[in-house]
């Protein structure tokens, strides 16, 4: 069984460019979740995709959007970078909604200048 | 609002003593703990969980106490061990929204040798 994978490690991007961010669940893992972690502060729950879907949101603008696949890989979207995007982008998948237990990939380094 | 808050930034114990990481909790719904240990460059691990119904759950090295009346949970660590050096959160599901964690802002442990 693989773990949770994500990528790329690092990335750098100036103002007002878009991003996107790759993550691989575990194998039977459909929910995904995304979490956003400032230097300093414990990860923010951006969204949730279950089953492909939306299914809860953070208190993030519109421009941080998802997709996840049928393949249990998903990707992190965020429009119009601002400075305080940079941060450790983290995704966590579980076997499903009800699990309490999440399983965290390495995270991609985001640095907006 | 920081629903789950880790007041200690960080701690220093000598090697084969005992840490104790402290977390406290603002919302009385939350039914269930969990912390997560976290290495440089790597995601979060989930190291021990603690259901509302008990007080008391022990993982070898690791216990985690919990005090619903002062909304405080306690990870102790015994004996401590250098490989224990980490940033450790503790976190908790909403179960109001996606099932998604609120985490604490971490304690940096450092195991001295």
């Known amino acids: 069984e693989t773990g949770v994978t994500q990528s790329p490690t690092h990335l750098i991007k100036t103002r007002g460019q878009q991003v996107t961010l790759r993550c691989s669940s575990q194998s039977g893992h459909n929910t995904v979740s995304w979490y956003q972690q400032a230097l300093g502060q414990g990860p923010q729950f951006i969204f949730q995709y279950y089953r492909e879907e939306e299914n809860g949101r953070g208190n993030f603008p519109p421009r941080f959007s998802g997709l996840q696949f049928p393949n249990y890989s998903s990707e992190l979207n965020v429009n119009a970078l601002e400075l305080d995007d940079s941060a450790l982008y983290l995704c966590?998948?579980?076997?499903?909604?009800?699990?309490?237990?999440?399983?965290f990939g390495p995270g991609t380094r985001l640095t907006v200048l | 609002d920081q629903q789950v808050k880790q007041n200690s930034p960080s701690l220093s114990v000598q090697e084969g003593r005992i840490s104790i990481l402290n977390c406290d909790y603002t919302n009385s719904m939350f039914d269930y703990f969990l912390w997560y240990k976290k290495y440089p460059a790597e995601g979060p691990t989930f190291l021990i969980s603690?259901?509302?119904?008990?007080d008391k759950n022990e993982d070898g090295r690791f216990t985690v106490f919990l005090n619903k009346s002062a909304k405080h949970l306690s990870l102790h660590i015994v004996p401590s061990q250098p490989g224990d050096s980490a940033v450790y959160f503790c976190a908790a599901p909403d179960r109001t929204g996606a099932n998604n964690l609120f985490f604490g802002t971490g304690t940096r442990l450092t195991v001295i040798p």
């Open positions: 603690i259901s509302s119904i008990k």
């Open positions: 966590a998948s579980r076997p499903d909604r009800a699990a309490d237990t999440q399983y």
